[in-house]
C-alpha cells in the first residue's frame, strides 16, 4: 500500500487554473465564448446595416451633389418613381422565377440524394452538386454566356437537332424574349438557377433525410396514393428545408448585379442600381433605399412563412 | 372459415440473405394472431409482405382469396400499427387519426366524428388537439392503433407495438388489445420477440427462426409441447435432457424438455439433487440444482421453506410431462 503512487491534479500553470476557472462558472465561460463572434455580428455586421438604415433616411443635393444629413422619407419618394419602381419589380419577379425553379429541380435530386444514395453514390452526389462552387463565379458566368450566344454551342447544337425553330418560337416571346438567349431574361434566369441550384439542393437534402420513411410508409398504408403522400406528408415535412433553401435562392437573386450585367438585356437589377448610385452617381441615400427592398422583402417573406406554419416541424 | 391471409412457399431474399425461407401459413378470419421470433427471425419482414411494403422474391400470398404480389400498400384492405408508432408530427391526433378518411376524400365534419369515436375505443377521446410530441409513449401507441382502426380495415397487423412501453403499461395495453380484437372482430396479426406477450394474447402462434416458421399452434401447444429445441428454449425456459433420463425409457438417444415448474420438490420418493444457486423472484424461486451430472432449472412457490445454497434436497417429476423432441432443430 505504501508504494502506491497518487496522480494528483497539477495545479500549477495558469491555463489550467482558468480551466478551472470556466468549469466552476460555466455561465461566465458561456460569456467569454460568446463575446467575440457576438461583437462581430452585433457591430460590424448588425451596425453596418444599421447605418444603411439611416442612411436611406438621408437625401442628396441635386445642385452640389452632397449628402444632406438630416432626416428626410424624399428619398423613398425617389424610389417609388416608375423608373425605380421598374427595377424591383424586374428584379423581384426574377427572384420569384428563379426561387420555383430551383425548387423543382432541386427536389427529385435531394429526395435521391436524402432517400436511395449510399455510400460511393453520396460522395458523388455531394462533388456533383458542390463541384461548381469550387470554380470562380466570373468565370461560370462568360462561360455560360458563350453557351448562350447566337454563335454559341446551345444553338450549335439545336441547329444539328433541327430544332432551331424551337429555340427561335421561345425567343420570339415578347418580354423575356430577345435576339439570342444571352440577351435574353430566359438566359438571365437559366444562370441565376444554374449558379444558386446547390443552395437549394443541399438544405432541402438535409431536411428530407429528416423524414423518417415509415411515415411515407404510414402514409401509403393509410391508402395514400404517391402524389397524396407527397402532398399530405413530404412536402409538409421538407417545408423547413424548402424556405432555407428558398431564402437562399431569392436574396441571392435580389442581391446579385454581375449576372444581369453580363447576361441578359441590359435593363437594371436591383443590385445594379445600388452599384450605380454609390458608384458613379455618388447617390448614397438612394443606394441605401435600394439595399432596403430585399431586407423588407425577405422579412415579409419569412413572416408569411411563419404564419402559414412551414416552420411547425422544427 | 374464411382465410383472410394466405402465404404459400414465400420468400424474401436480400441477396445472399434469406429473410423469409419457404414460409407456409394460413391465418383465419377473426383470429388473433402472433408471430414470435428472435430480431432477425423474419417476422416483420412477413408483415411487411402483408402490409404490401415488400415484395415476396417467390411464392405466393393471399389476403382474402385476392393475389396480393404488385398490389401497392394503399389498395390493400390491411392497416398497420408501426413499431415506433409513425404518426406525422405536422398533424394534431385528430388530423392523424383522421388521415386514411380523408385520403378517402371523407368530409371534415364525418372524418372528424369517426376520428372520435376511434379515439374513444382506445379511451383516448379529448386528446384530438394535440400534436404527438406533446403524448406520452402509451398515448401515442393508443393514436397509431386508432389511426389504423379508423379506417376499418378487415386485417389490423401490429409491429411490436408494445415494445417501447414500461411493464406496467404493456400488461395494460395486453388486455386492452385483446378486448378491441374481440369487439372488433377483425384479424389481428402481432408481430413480437416478447413470448409472454405472445402466450397472453395470441389464438395461435408461429415461432419463427431463421426466415423459417419452426412451430405453429395454441399457446398451449406450443409452451407444453414444443416440437423442437429452439421451441422449448425461446418459448418459457426448458430443461433439455435425454429421454431415458428423464424417466421415457423407450428412446434412447432422443432429446426431452421439461420444463422448471414440473419439477416438484418432494419429501420422500425423490432424485437426490445439490442446490447449487438460488434466485428469487418475487412470487416464485428459481432453482438451479444437480442431480446425477446433470443440471436442472426448477420454479418452486417462494411461500414453502426455501432451500439453502449447497443443500440436498428430493426432486420429482411426472415423464408424462416431459416432451419429446423432433430431432431437425
Given amino acids: 500500500m505504501t508504494d502506491s503512487v497518487i496522480y494528483a491534479p497539477q495545479r500549477s500553470s495558469s491555463v489550467s487554473a482558468f480551466s478551472d476557472y470556466c468549469w466552476r462558472n460555466p455561465r461566465m465561460f458561456l460569456f467569454l465564448l460568446l463575446l467575440p463572434p457576438v461583437l462581430w455580428l452585433g457591430i460590424i455586421y ?8 439611416v442612411q436611406s433616411f438621408f437625401s442628396i443635393d441635386e445642385f452640389t451633389g452632397l449628402i444632406k444629413h438630416e432626416f428626410t422619407l424624399k428619398t423613398y419618394r425617389e424610389l417609388l418613381h416608375p423608373a425605380n419602381l421598374d427595377i424591383v419589380v424586374r428584379t423581384v419577379s426574377m427572384a420569384i422565377i428563379v426561387t420555383i425553379a430551383a425548387a423543382i429541380i432541386a427536389f427529385p435530386i435531394a429526395y435521391f440524394a436524402a432517400r436511395y444514395a449510399r455510400g460511393k453514390w453520396k460522395a458523388f452526389f455531394y462533388l456533383g452538386v458542390m463541384l461548381p462552387l469550387w470554380s470562380s463565379y466570373l468565370v461560370k458566368i462568360y462561360a455560360w454566356k458563350l453557351i448562350l450566344a447566337k454563335e454559341g454551342i446551345l444553338n450549335w447544337f439545336l441547329a444539328e437537332l433541327h430544332l432551331t425553330w424551337l429555340l427561335e418560337s421561345v425567343l420570339s416571346i415578347p418580354i423575356i424574349g430577345g435576339n439570342s438567349l444571352s440577351v435574353s431574361y430566359i438566359g438571365t434566369c437559366l444562370v ?14 438535409a ?12 402514409s401509403s398504408d393509410l391508402g395514400g396514393k404517391s402524389q397524396q403522400t407527397f402532398r399530405h406528408v413530404l412536402l409538409p415535412l ?3 428545408g424548402l424556405i432555407a433553401g428558398s431564402i437562399f435562392t431569392f436574396s441571392l437573386t435580389l442581391g446579385d448585379y454581375i449576372i444581369p450585367q453580363i447576361i441578359g438585356s441590359s435593363r437594371l437589377f436591383i443590385g445594379q442600381a445600388v452599384y450605380s448610385h454609390q458608384g458613379i452617381a455618388g447617390n448614397i441615400p438612394l443606394a441605401a433605399a435600394f439595399s432596403i427592398v430585399p431586407i423588407i422583402i425577405m422579412a415579409f417573406y419569412l413572416w408569411m412563412a411563419k404564419r402559414q406554419g412551414a416552420f411547425d416541424v422544427l | 372459415m374464411t382465410i383472410s391471409v394466405a402465404f404459400s412457399k414465400v420468400c424474401r431474399y436480400y441477396g445472399d440473405i434469406k429473410a423469409v425461407d419457404k414460409v407456409d401459413l394460413s391465418i383465419e378470419e377473426g383470429e388473433f394472431f402472433a408471430m414470435l421470433g428472435p430480431s432477425g427471425s423474419g417476422k416483420t419482414t412477413c408483415l411487411r409482405l402483408i402490409a404490401g411494403f415488400e415484395q415476396p422474391t417467390s411464392g405466393h400470398i393471399e389476403i382474402f382469396g385476392e393475389t396480393a404480389e404488385g398490389v401497392p400498400p394503399y389498395q390493400r384492405d390491411v392497416n398497420t400499427v408501426f413499431q415506433d408508432y409513425a404518426l406525422f408530427p405536422h398533424m394534431n391526433i385528430l388530423e392523424n387519426v383522421g388521415f386514411g378518411l380523408m385520403i378517402r376524400g371523407i368530409s371534415k365534419n364525418e372524418r372528424d366524428h369517426e376520428a372520435e369515436k376511434a379515439l374513444q375505443m382506445v379511451q383516448l377521446s379529448g386528446y384530438g388537439a394535440r400534436r404527438p410530441s406533446e403524448l406520452s409513449g402509451g398515448q401515442r401507441q393508443r393514436v397509431a392503433v386508432a389511426r389504423a382502426i379508423a379506417n376499418k ?7 411490436e407495438p408494445l415494445g417501447a412501453l414500461d411493464l406496467k403499461l404493456r400488461e395494460q395495453m395486453q388486455d386492452e388489445l385483446k378486448e378491441l380484437q374481440k369487439t372488433l372482430g377483425i384479424t389481428f396479426i402481432f408481430v413480437t420477440h416478447d413470448q409472454g406477450e405472445a402466450l ?19 399457446p398451449k401447444d406450443i409452451y407444453q409441447r414444443p416440437e423442437s429445441e429452439f421451441v422449448a428454449n425461446f418459448v418459457g425456459s426448458s430443461n433439455i435432457v435425454a429421454a431415458d433420463y428423464a424417466g421415457l425409457s423407450e428412446q434412447k438417444d432422443t432429446l426431452v424438455s421439461l420444463r422448471p415448474e414440473s419439477i416438484k420438490l418432494v419429501d420422500s420418493n425423490g432424485r437426490e ?6 434466485s428469487y423472484m418475487g412470487g416464485s424461486t428459481r432453482l438451479n440444482v444437480e442431480n446425477s451430472g446433470v443440471r436442472l432449472n426448477m420454479v418452486i412457490q417462494s411461500n414453502t421453506g426455501l432451500p439453502q ?19 431437425d432443430q
Wanted: glycine share 4%.
Fill in chain 1, 192 to 205: 441565376f438557377l444554374y449558379v444558386w441550384l446547390p443552395f437549394m439542393i443541399l438544405p432541402l437534402q
Fill in chain 1, 46 to 53: 448588425l451596425g453596418s446595416l444599421f447605418s444603411l438604415l
Fill in chain 2, 200 to 218: 397472453s394474447m395470441a389464438d395461435r402462434i408461429a415461432v419463427f427462426n431463421n426466415g423459417k416458421i419452426i412451430q405453429v399452434g395454441t
Fill in chain 2, 273 to 278: 439433487a445439490i442446490v447449487i444457486s438460488r
Fill in chain 2, 153 to 159: 380495415p378487415r386485417v389490423l397487423l401490429l409491429d
Fill in chain 1, 238 to 240: 421538407a417545408m423547413p
Fill in chain 1, 207 to 218: 431536411s428530407l433525410e429528416r423524414v423518417p420513411v415509415n411515415l411515407l410508409e404510414a
Fill in chain 2, 309 to 327: 445454497d449447497g443443500e440436498k434436497i428430493l426432486i420429482s417429476w411426472d415423464p408424462e410431462q416431459a416432451h419429446l423432441l423432433s430431432n
